[in-house]
Structure formats: C-alpha cells, structure tokens
C-alpha cells in the first residue's frame, strides 16, 4: 500500500497550481459567474486552456490530448476544483469527442476533433426525448434513408445550452426490428439545417439552460453517421460510462465547502457567527466526513485505473454518492444564507453568497436526475456488484 | 499509488480468514462466550502459535513491527469470524501502550510475554462518570514514602477479566477533568486493593469494573513520565478506533453478503425476495456505505502510519492533526454505517433474523457495542467539528 504521489507529479501539481493562479483571472471568474456573460467567458477560458495543451486531458496524446497518466489527471481535477475554476463544457471534450476518436472515420477525426479542442464548434447532447428518460432506449426520433440523407423527425429535450450549440449529437432510431437498442443511431447534426427549431425551457433556478430541440424533415448527411447503422447504442453506452466518472465533483464539494465556512464565520446567529452553532456544526461535519470518505473512493477508482483495471460499476457508487454530496453541500449554502436564501440578485444588496446558493440549489436538482438517474445506478450496481437479478 | 496489500499482508489475511472458517464456527463461539474467560485461550496459544499476537510490535522488542493499516488487516477478519479473543484489549492497546512508550526497553519481557500468548493484558481508563472523556479522571494516586497508592474504581474494562496486568490512568496533579496531571500506571490484576466484578456484555465479550482500594504501587511502575500519561492514551485510543474500525468493516461485508445471499434464497409471492427492486436498493444502500467505509478506513490507517513515520516534529505534528481528524470522522462514519446496515440485515431477514440461533443478531450487537467504545457517533462528531471549525 502506497498512498502518495511521486516527485514528478508532485512537481506537476505545483505547476498546475502555478497555472491557475496566474490564468483564471478575476475578469473570468467575474464573467463566468453571470449568467448574461456566461457562454462567451467559457469558451475564451477554454481557448486559455486549448494554448496551454491542457483542453483534453482524457484524450489520446495522437488526437490532441495531454497523455498525461492517472495519477496526473486526478491532480489536474483536484487542482482546478480547489481554485474554484470551473469545468470545461463536457458536450463536445467529454461527450462526443470520446465517440468521435474511438468509433469515428478518419474524415470525421479531421473535421470535428480539432475544432472540438479549439471550442470553435459548441456541441450539444441529443439523447432523452419526451417519452425516453431513464429508458432511454424507448427513443422514437426517426432517421429515414433517402439517397445520401437521412430525413430526421422527432424531438429532443432537456437538451442543455442547444441555443449556443453549433452541432449536436443524436441517437435515433434508424430501424424498429428486434430490441429498442438494437435499431438505434449515433448521429452528427449541423444546428444550421432548415426543419430545427429551438424551445427555450426556463429552469426551476429561473435561468434558460435547457432547451428542446424540434426535428422537422431535417435532412442529415449520411457521413454524420457514427460507425454502422443501428450500433449506436454500443457507442452511446460507452459515452455513459466516461459522463459518470466525471461526475462526482469531490474537489467542486471541496471547494462548495469552504465558501460555506467562510460565509458561516461572518453569519451571526444568536449573537455569534454560525460556525458555532452546534446544529450547523453537525451539519457541516457529516458532509465533510462523507467527503472524506468520497475522496479515497475516488482514490481507490484512480489506483485501479493506474494499475490498467479500466472503471468497472462502481463509477455508479462515484456517481450516486457524489451527486447526493453536491445536493447536501447546496442545501447547506441555502441554509447559511437565511433570509437572503430566496433572493433573485446579487449586484444591488452585495450578497452573492445568497444568490450562488439559491441557483445552485435549483439548478443541483438535476444532478441525481442526469447521467442516468442515481435509481438507475442503483439498478445496475444491484445486478452488477451484488448479483441481483 | 496503490491500495493493494502486500505479499506478506495478503498471506497474514488470509491466514486469518482460513484459521477462523476452519476452527471458529458460530456454534463453537456460543459455547466460548458463555464461558467463566468469555473467550478461549486453546485459540489465544494457537493465535500465539501462528504469530498473530507479534503483528503490531517493533522487531527489536520480537515483532513483525507492524503498523496501524496491519493491524486492520488482523482485525478485518476477526470481525468476520467475530471472535471473542481480546486481540484489541491485549495486544493493541495494552501492549501498544507498553511497546510505544519511550521507556518500551524496560517493558522487553512483558512485551515477550504477550507475543508468546502468556500474559494477558487490560488498559482500564472509563470511570462511571467519565462517559467517553478520557481526561475525565478521577481514580487518585498519592505519593507516600515512595509508592503511589491509588484510589478509585474503573469500569467496562475490556479483557479486565482475564488481565493479569492493568495500565491504569490515574490523577496525580490537576482538576477532574485536565488532561496534565494524568498517569499511567502498571499495576499487578493481584496486587493488594485491587478488586474485580466481571460482567458479559451483549456482544458476548466480557469485561471487568475494577476496584481501587489504597493499592501500593511503586514509583518505577509508571508508563510514560508522571503526569504525561494524556497524550499517550489518547494516541494508543486513536490507534484502536482505527482497529475497531477494521473489525466492524469486517462484521459489515458479512452482513452485506449473507443479507444479499438470503434475499436470493427466501421466496415469498412465488419468488426470490431479492428480485424486489424496494429491497435491492436498500442493499445498494448498504454496499455503498460499506465501500465508504472501507475508503476512510484506508485513509485513517495510512494518515496514522504517515504521521508516526515523520521525522520532522513539525510535519509530525500537522500529520498527528490531520490523522486526528481522519479517525474521528471514521468513527462516526462507523456509528453510522454499523447503525445502517445491522438494522438492515435484521429487517431483510425479517421473522428469523429476531432469533437467538441465526449469527445475524450477534453480529449486530457487536457493531452496536463498537459504537459505544471510545466515543459515539456524537462524542466524535462534536471532536471532529472541533478540529475543523475550532
């Protein structure tokens, strides 16, 4: 057993802290933190990253990526967590670029994974529909051949950032023989074709992250199509896997957590700051030692990794546990916020801490929502871990 | 990194594991807990014999010099096999307090003593009022002509039974509940004044309260330096709790995995009970408490071994910090988890899981006693809030 890190990733961590601390500007952080400014501040922090080789981590070396090992990736996430920076958009460098560099043609590679790793190209995520949520399988979006074309007919829903995205990635039923997952397909969509619309769904945070997306007789290129026809629950299934590790945000709890204590030193309650109420330090203690506990399991997940065992199903335990976590943390932020918790702004009364949380908190909702809701997860450690049938 | 063990470690596990599947049955633990000893020294000679009992030691003082993620390892699988042998209560805190002190040198013999399965061993340091605040002591020692004698009564005593010698916290300066002022005392079981009721808890271990009657001690039989016995208490109940931990770890899995067998087997509606998604969720519930546990298990057992390998003091010192605060929130995580998962294996085994004869129950009170040695989940939770939010 060997729990420490060797010299050279000691010396990388120095070097990612260095990066942080001199590149994630006080402008960004300001602009990334509105939600008027939001989408053009993402991209410029990514084309920081993009200059600094540091856009893909997970990526292969050969398309672009970092080809750093493991044990520097689990640096890299925990670093960027404890300055507070955000993650990048995961639609094109997390979600689709992965399909794109596994399953893709060389003519696809050419085309899109550049201008994934530039953030020239805003992808977004076409998978659930109105009728397919956790079956996500029961899809009924149409992708019919017509000479060089496939003619799309459908919707798309819950579909977040649609109205920035250049591009979008869709699975669609290309056939309705034998399983639901067996007639269905992995498909690159240009945003500009004529017959897509965009519905705009404003979320319970008040602010318009997901959209629906219409598909009128819209006329697709066949070269769009990812691998064969009708594999494409194979290529999605594998995008799942890579969406759940990525979620359990131990160094974003981290960091929630210490605003929290900050902003609970200058709470007073009683007469004293809240840090010494003792409901309040009960509270904070028990998300912290579940933290704890999450960040050595994630541990374990990248010992694993190092020693070639790819994530199995316990990335669902990263994914249920962190989730629960993230929404603990918030409801803890609304809870030191008090009387400020319901306030709609953060400019004119000088105190962001409430209008973070109260956003946070609505929007956090959909973390044990998304990724395959944390029951599916359950499902699957049930019948994978445990062997219940 | 890595969290595997190693080759020597692997081989200790599992001679363990097999030692107690081939020779520890529940019917032969029945019959042990019920016992005048409440456990079985023909086992004690053979853990003696196999080497189990010199794990923890220093090899100069004749041990493997095995450090706190081994004696998880140990106590994992005696959890498993929930073992009545007073592994904790003898060789890691009784002997872990002679062995670690400054003065272990004078201590070689005894030390020998217990690796060779001879002499056995209690750390008496709860008193009636004291509740789980170690400096909370009110047990006196007076100097007279030389000796200190103390006064006083010590209670819950795990192994306080069969101990032949007794480390014995005792004020020598300071008010009741200073944390100066405290010594650690090696006292005879037999001495004169010494006086013992022995009791058997729920979990079938038994444990003694110890009766100090004007009890002469001479003033070389100090462990530690007089009046500084605090620190090292609180360090060999540090080390405990992590061992503890291991042990309940070990009753965990098995409750995970004869709950999960049980719902495979027991048919009710025409099926398997555990083809109810109600129910396989709440053993999904379950494994991953117990995963999490195991994960602060692991970084508790290897903050503390970082902390004692410092050479620097003060890298020594922020390490003792950080381990501190590692155990306390594995103490709570413990409670919690221990509280979970044996209500849950009760529940899912429903009408038979109420019984005497099924090993369920038993495991569950062990968990239940674990929770209240050392400090509960709150005691620990209100510490751990301390060291974070001061």
Known sequence: MDITFSDSDQAFRTEVRQFFAESYTDDLKQRLGSSATFSEAIIDWQKVLYQQGWIAPDWPAEYGGTGWSSAKKFIYETERAQAGVPDVLPFGLKMVGPVIYNFGTDEQKTKFLPAILNSDHWWCQGYSEPGAGSDLASLSTRAERDGDHYVVNGAKVWTSYAQYADWIFCLVRTSSDGKPQQGISFLLIDMTLPGISINPIIGIDNRHTLNEVVFDNVRVPVDGLIGEENKGWTYAKSLLAHERNAIAGVGDIKNGLSAIHEHAEKTMSAGQPLTRDPAFRARFSQIQIDVMALEYSELRTVAKSISGQGPGPESSLLKIRGTELQQRVQELMLYVAGNFAGAQTSDSIGNDFADRARVEYMYGRAATVYGGSNEIQKNIIAKAILGLG | ?390
């Open chain 2, 1 to 390: 990194m890595n969290f595997d063990y190693s080759e020597e470690q692997t081989l200790i596990k599992d001679s363990v594991a097999k030692y107690l599947q081939n020779n520890y049955d529940f019917d032969t633990r029945k019959k042990i807990a019920a016992s005048e000893l409440g456990y079985s020294n023909e086992h004690w000679q053979q853990f003696a014999e196999l080497g189990w009992l010199a794990i923890p030691f220093a090899e100069h003082l004749g041990g493997f010099g095995g450090n706190a993620i081994d004696d998880a390892i140990v106590m994992e699988e005696l959890g498993k096999g929930l073992a009545l042998e007073p592994y904790l209560a003898c060789v890691i805190m009784f002997g872990g307090l002679l062995a670690n002190g400054p003065d272990a040198s004078r201590h070689e013999q005894d030390i020998a003593a217990i690796i060779d399965g001879s002499l056995q061993g209690a750390v008496a340091f709860t008193e009636t009022q004291s509740r789980y605040e170690l400096a909370d002591v009110k047990t006196t020692a007076s100097l007279s002509n030389g000796q200190y004698i103390l006064n006083g009564e010590k209670v819950v005593v795990a192994n306080g039974q069969a101990a032949d010698k007794l480390i014995i916290s005792a004020r020598t300066a300071g008010e009741q509940s200073d944390t100066t002022g405290i010594t650690l005392f090696y006292v005879d079981a037999n001495a004169a004044g010494v006086s013992k009721t022995d009791y058997p808890m729920m979990d079938g271990h038994r444990v003694a309260n110890i009766t100090l009657t004007d009890v002469a001690v001479d003033s070389e039989n100090i462990v530690g330096e007089v009046h500084h016995g605090y620190d090292n208490l609180a360090r060999a109940i540090d080390r405990a709790i992590i061992a503890t931990a291991a042990e309940a770890l070990g009753i965990m899995e098995k409750l995970l995995h004869t709950t999960v067998a049980y719902t495979q087997t027991r048919k009710q509606f025409g099926v398997a009970i555990g083809s109810f998604q109600a129910l396989q969720h709440r053993m999904v519930d379950m494994f991953i408490n117990v995963e999490q546990t195991r994960s602060l298990l692991l970084r508790s057992a290897c903050s503390n071994v970082a902390a004692h390998q410092a050479s620097d003091p003060n890298t020594c010192e922020e390490l003792l910090k950080q381990s501190k605060q590692d155990t306390l929130a594995l103490k709570v995580m413990v409670a919690q988890v221990g509280k979970l998962v044996g209500d849950e294996a009760l529940q899912m085994h429903g009408g038979i899981g109420m019984t005497d004869e099924l090993d369920v129950g038993h495991y569950v009170k062990r968990l239940l006693r674990i929770n209240t040695m050392f400090g509960d989940e709150d005691y620990s939770m209100q510490a751990f809030a301390k060291g974070s939010l001061g």
